[in-house]
């Protein structure tokens, strides 16, 4: 018997299927690419994603014929809705979170409501966007489409009814919406009236982990899938994520190092919100019932990475991927072991949580004719992990504690790394030994459901393994207290003292 996890992402869609004891059966994955336009539009074609979900799924089932699949769950990209007809078709493409239309329905209902109110029921940001701005704008662009759709569904969902079972919708995924009501855990009748989006076209709403069908017989068929494999309902694929790294309860925080870099604490109450709106820091459900999560991100991230690969050493990278070497792992080890005197600010990119909406510059302060390759490249590390120190920060003072970081990402392959952000931090960080978190949850929460595993504490017991545990240098983690100032005090002058 195996779990399928599949994962719909904004350039790609993965599948993972494990045994119940956690070996990894089959795995695969199909690219994709949204356009952005002049015009803020940022969109997927919503019928080539499900045909390259078809595609994995067969191609998994398979290779999985001596562990036949049980039980599959799906996790996605957050913010993003498809209309569906009430025979089932997909009416159009799938607008992803970046789209920027809709953004003047969002402030409307800012200024009804007022920011303290709206934060209050959501626990979202003012400034985040949301499913709220995607309804809006198809509902004053394409009336005609909007008045037809019969559901407007998240893509968890979407792919769950596409098989064969039910469109519900999980709480992580709703909390991204701008329209869920975070305490009550249901859609919000006040944001709904007023952003004038009634009546309701949302989808049911129930916890993770929830059977919500079994897939139909003709689709089994044609994709190789045993009969009556159950479909259990799937969430935020960032929740996805932290629950395959097991992170399953209060005090421990997913560290995600891609090109973006995000940072999922837990927590098992809802804070007090003045304190969490005070300290630009967002709330949303958790895939693990009774657990709460906050998105921190920095879009610049492992991205300043490439950005300096790229501009200054473009003919060291053509030479690395000629000889079949990874540019980043030689660059990783020309790190010094000690703290620089480099201030970088890791704003390349617009920024997110503690730092979402603000105008801050990308900048390196500090530079000399002296400044080595490597120092160069230890503080640029050094400057995206104290955005993330500064949002650490933040949580204690809104009453939430992180007492250790599970790492995952490319970034989490070098020791270095988690070792300065260790210090950084001043945190222990876990490398575990998964290599795909959200698929992996995913698949967790199918075992879940379906009743292989008694809870997802149980499911993380039985499949999450640490490789190695960084523990913070206390010299070291010193020095960074004080570096920590000193970027604050350099950001706050090229603000303008903003």
Known sequence: MSLLGIDVGANSVR???????????????????PVPSASGAYELDSERIWAAIRELIAEVAANTRQDPIRALSVASMGEVIVPLSADGRILSSSILSADQRGSHCVRAVEQKLGRERLYEITGSLPGSLGTLAKLCWLRDNKPTLFEGAWRFVFWSGLVSYLLGGASTCDYSLASRSLLFDLAQKRWSSEVLHASGLVPLKLPDLAPAGTPVGVVSAPLARELGLPANVRIILGGYDLSCSALGLGV??????????????????????IPLTSLMLSQGLDMACHVVPGVFVSVLYNQSGGAMLKWFADNLVPLEKREAQRRGLNIYTELLAEMPEEPTELIALPYFAPSGPPRLGDQVPGGIVGLRTSTTRGELIRGLLEGMTYHFAEGQERLQKAGIGIKVYRAAGRGARSDRWLQLSADILGTPVERTQVSDPATLGAAMVAGVGCGAYAGFEEAARALIRVERRFEPHPQRSARYRARLERYRQVLAALQGGR
């Open 248 to 269: 399953v309860e209060g005090g421990m925080a997913m560290y995600l190092l891609g090109s973006t870099i995000f940072m999922l604490p837990a927590f098992n109450a």
């Open 15 to 33: 599948a993972l299927a494990i045994s119940v004891e956690g070996r990894p059966l089959a795995e695969a994955s199909r690219e994709y690419a």
